[in-house]
């Protein structure tokens, strides 16, 4: 039973920070690469970051390249996305996932959890 949980969305304000995190359970945590993905209204599902096994090849979006940020903690199974000088546009439901390779396509990720709201008001 593989089984990823998101936590840390809710409202914040334009220019507020925000962590969310992901406990991962029922698989081997260390041998995937970890990512978010994010989906607004009326949007498809997007690639955020992803960090692979090593840590080494961290990959993100230009959209936030420079304000948000993917971590992991192989100990603690679980990954992280730092998100800083947050924009009403990055308002949507935020999703973990896991894929085999580093990756921004969403059909290469092959579990994925329930998502967690955030939403940036201006």
């Known amino acids: 039973q593989v089984k990823l949980v998101e936590s840390g969305g809710g409202v914040v304000q334009a220019g507020d920070s925000l962590v969310l995190s992901c406990a991962a359970s029922?698989?081997?945590?260390?041998?995937?690469?970890w990512g978010w993905f994010r989906q607004a209204p009326g949007q498809e599902r997007e690639f955020v970051g992803a960090?692979?096994?090593?840590?080494?090849?961290?990959y993100m979006a230009p959209s936030v390249k420079g304000r948000f940020t993917v971590s992991r903690d192989n100990a603690k199974n679980t990954v992280t996305l730092q998100m800083n000088s947050l924009e009403p546009e990055d308002t949507a439901v935020y999703y973990c996932?896991?894929?085999?390779?580093?990756?921004?396509?969403?059909?290469?990720?092959?579990?994925w959890g329930q998502g967690t709201q955030v939403t940036v008001s201006s």
């Open positions: 960090i692979d096994w090593t840590a080494m090849n961290p």
């Open positions: 029922g698989l081997d945590f260390k041998q995937y690469t």
């Open positions: 996932a896991a894929s085999t390779i580093i990756t921004r396509a969403r059909t290469q990720y092959n579990f």
